[in-house]
């Protein structure tokens, strides 16, 4: 309870840009909940997706590989089904895996757009805190109080500053983690669908 207490002394006296960062702070931690939930539902079972569709695959067992596609349905495997579609056609396959990779991909990379908005957005709310702050120091100054209502404005200052950074840091690895989830997400995936052209190419 003091805790609490304490961190509602400290957001009051951060000033007004304390709430705008409260909000984004709500904000990140949304979405990285929401992606964390969509990530994990599409990387569900990937290594045994992997494994069947790329054994399936080399044994020229394309209807074991449809079958996996099947089994586990995640952004993967329609990127994989779509081009299995095409299997006759070298170019039309290439070209279901592109445009499939490219849909899968918008949809990992929804909302990421706003972490990298707020990594930039919240040091500069903080920095907005830090100026009101030192405005209200020197309003202060000017009217001749005494030293407690100076370091109030100072305080206000710094607690801005501070607080726009840690959010800002908070956004900036939840991205960072999505993001390289992401690239390790298209790096195997393109490794796969290569083994499938080779595998319809040596057929």
């Keep these: 309870m003091e805790g609490f207490a304490y961190f509602l002394h400290l ?18 931690v949304a979405i990285a909940i929401e992606r964390f939930y969509y990530y994990r539902a599409n990387r569900r079972d990937s ?17 074991t ?3 996996f596609c099947r089994k586990f349905p995640t952004a993967i495997s329609r990127i994989i089904a779509s081009g299995l579609r095409h299997k006759d056609d070298e170019k039309a396959m290439k070209d279901a ?43 202060v100054l000017d009217s ?4 407690t209502a100076i370091t109030g404005g100072v305080g206000e200052a710094l607690i801005a500053t501070a607080s726009g950074l840690c959010v800002a840091i908070i956004a900036f690895c939840v991205y960072t983690y999505f993001d390289h989830q992401l690239d390790t997400i298209v790096t ?12 319809r190419n040596a057929r």
């Design 188 to 199: 195997d995936t393109e490794k796969l669908c290569l083994t499938v052209v080779n595998a």
């Design 65 to 67: 590989a449809e079958n």
């Design 144 to 147: 001749g109080a005494g030293a």
């Design 11 to 28: 957001f009051h006296s951060g000033g007004l840009v304390m709430y705008p960062l409260l909000a984004l702070s709500i904000f990140t």
């Design 47 to 63: 290594k045994k997706f992997f494994t069947g569709v790329d054994h399936a695959i080399r044994d020229q067992q394309w209807d």
């Design 97 to 139: 895996f592109n445009e499939q990779m490219t849909i899968e991909s918008i949809a990992f990379r929804r909302y990421l757009d706003y972490l990298s908005a707020i990594v930039t957005i919240a040091p500069l709310l903080g920095l907005l805190g830090t100026v009101t702050g030192m405005i209200s120091t020197f309003s």
